[in-house]
């Protein structure tokens, strides 16, 4: 018997419908968070904010996270032009957002970033803090407006991190009045919560340094917090990674045997899906270990929660291998949700994919230099 290409596609298991918790989902298919810098400097986000995951959402994808969001006005915020959600005006901003997204039939979860030592720009005139004062590797991101080496940060005392908690925990609620389907720990990549899982960023003696069960306390810290005041009301997720914006070939010291310590510590605090990043090299090469098994299939076991694989997912081959063979339970894209918005239909109907095209993000990674990108695209035609 013929399959044509659209019943073979269909089958792909990314397309079953599926929960986090209490949230529903239609599909397996989330769109990754991906920093835009898109709002005029003052944290709201805009109108073409809102066009833009809107369209994911009409575009099929089941899940949208959006990009790192800073919570609070003191150290927290990356980049210029950033969004934020540490005041009245930008969580009032973040609601048609919200509104467009979910009229789409999608579900949508605020990803929330403090920077730390990463931070290319906050109201503090440029004083940065992180676990302990070691300069990052690496240079600050052009296409977040950066240049240069980043300066060494101040090393956190018990107040910074007892304010970092509670903007944390305030965000968060927030998050849950604007209504957001969750929030997303951003523990990943080499900000704020990475530099304290990182041996080489944290020193401390204190109980947040040293093994990787004290390295993991600050970001379970963060999820009681915000546990604490939104109770089951919110979903509450977390992102980590081995590798960094800043450092592609870090990997966790005790591979294995430290995922288990993170997704167990990160369980017990009350996550409520695990997110593996996969920056730099993608889920092949960040997420398997030696011997096959991958840290996506560890932090199923051990986290007992839904888990979502990321990195060069868009390949669906890879992605139907992922899901199939018990990898994970959902998978992010990046890079291809951002050249095909509607990713998820094309998926579903055989469709071609577009490629991505760096361009998309040089000289500057926001929305404007995207849609600018797709009209001289068309004009090409
Ligand atoms: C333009 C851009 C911005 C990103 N911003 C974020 C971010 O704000 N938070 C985050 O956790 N990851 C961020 N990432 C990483 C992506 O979520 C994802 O992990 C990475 O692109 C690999 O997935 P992919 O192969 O599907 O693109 C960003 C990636 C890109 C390309």
Redesign the pocket.
Same mark, same amino acid.
């Given at each position: 018997m013929m399959t044509n290409r659209s019943t073979a596609a269909a089958l792909h298991p990314a397309l079953s419908s599926t929960s986090i918790g209490a949230l529903r989902l239609s599909n397996r298919l989330v769109v @990754?968070? &991906?920093?835009r810098v898109s709002t005029a400097g003052d944290g709201v986000p805009t109108e073409a904010m809102r066009r833009y995951y809107a369209a994911f959402a009409e575009g099929g994808f089941g899940l949208v996270i959006t /990009? #790192?969001t800073y919570p609070d006005l003191a150290h927290s915020q990356g980049y210029a032009d950033q969004p934020g959600l540490a005041t009245d005006a930008q969580a009032a901003a973040w609601r048609p957002i919200v509104d467009a997204v979910h009229a789409a039939g999608a579900k949508i979860i605020v990803?929330l &970033?403090h920077a730390g030592a990463l931070s290319q720009g906050n109201r503090h005139r440029g004083e940065t803090i992180g676990p302990s004062a070691v300069q990052p590797k690496g240079e600050k991101l052009p /296409?977040y407006g950066g240049s240069g080496p980043y300066a060494t940060p101040r090393a956190m005392n018990e107040d910074d991190i007892r304010d970092v908690l509670d903007g944390f925990a305030r965000a968060a609620v927030r998050a849950r009045d604007v209504g957001f389907d969750g929030v997303e720990l951003?523990a @990943? *990549?080499g900000y704020l919560f990475d530099q304290f899982l990182t041996t080489y960023t944290n020193t401390r003696t204190d109980p947040y340094g040293g093994p990787v069960e004290n390295r993991i306390r600050f970001a379970a810290d963060a999820v009681r917090a915000m546990r604490g005041v939104v109770g089951s009301g919110l979903l509450i997720g977390t %992102?980590v990674s081995q590798a960094k914006v800043n450092d592609f070939t870090y990997r966790w010291p005790g591979g294995a045997e430290d995922g288990k310590v993170i997704f167990a510590a990160l369980r017990d605090a009350g996550a409520d899906y695990l997110h593996v @990043? #996969? /920056?730099g090299r #993608?889920w092949r090469q960040g997420a398997q270990l030696p011997g096959g098994v991958s840290l996506t299939e560890i932090a199923r076991h051990v986290g007992e929660l839904p888990v979502i694989a *990321? $990195? !060069?997912?868009?390949d669906p081959a890879l992605s139907a291998r992922v899901i199939e063979g018990g990898h994970a339970d959902l998978v992010?894209? $990046? %890079? !291809?949700a951002?050249a095909n918005p509607d990713w998820p239909r094309r998926l579903a109907e055989g469709a071609p994919f577009e490629p991505f095209d760096r361009a998309m993000?040089h000289p500057y @990674?926001s929305i404007e230099n995207v849609e600018q990108w797709r009209r001289s695209r068309a004009a090409l035609g």
């Open positions: @990754a968070p &991906m920093s /990009e #790192g990803q &970033m /296409e951003h @990943a *990549n %992102r @990043a #996969g /920056e #993608g *990321n $990195g !060069g997912l868009d992010s894209i $990046g %890079r !291809g951002l993000l @990674a």
